[in-house]
């Protein structure tokens, strides 16, 4: 499986982006699909993600509410769109994939992973 993120860019705070991530290959409706990103000097920390099934979706608790994830299996994409985004959102955002059935919010579980998309939001 191979990840392709894209859509990072400069907003000012309180705007909005939406990230695309494409998978390659033609089992991704069986894939659970997640975004994390990772800050300057900080770790890379779970934002969302969605399972194989589509019906079911995780946030963390900063971005629940903003972010929303969807899925277009007929595309092989997984979209983040970000709305409200605050300065503590600028990061590189990564996009990650799995075919596990374990915590679709742990890093561990995702074999799979794309470059990461940058995202820089001014104050």
């Known amino acids: 499986v191979q990840l392709q993120a894209s859509g990072g860019g400069l907003v000012q705070a309180g705007g909005s982006l939406r990230l695309s991530c494409a998978a390659s290959?033609?089992?991704?409706?069986?894939?659970?699909m997640g975004w994390f990103r990772q800050a300057p000097g900080k770790e890379r920390e779970f934002v969302a993600s969605?399972?194989?099934?589509?019906?079911?979706?995780y946030y963390s608790d900063s971005v629940k509410g903003r972010f929303t994830i969807s899925r277009d299996n007929a595309k092989n994409t997984v979209y983040l769109q970000m709305n409200g985004l605050k300065p503590e959102d600028a990061a590189i955002y990564y996009c990650?994939?799995?075919?596990?059935?374990?915590?679709?919010?742990?890093?561990?579980?995702?074999?799979?992973w794309g470059r990461g998309t940058l995202v820089t939001v001014s104050s």
């Open positions: 969605i399972l194989w099934s589509g019906g079911i979706t």
């Open positions: 290959g033609r089992t991704f409706s069986s894939l659970s």
């Open positions: 990650a994939a799995t075919y596990g059935v374990g915590s679709s919010t742990s890093e561990r579980n995702y074999p799979y």
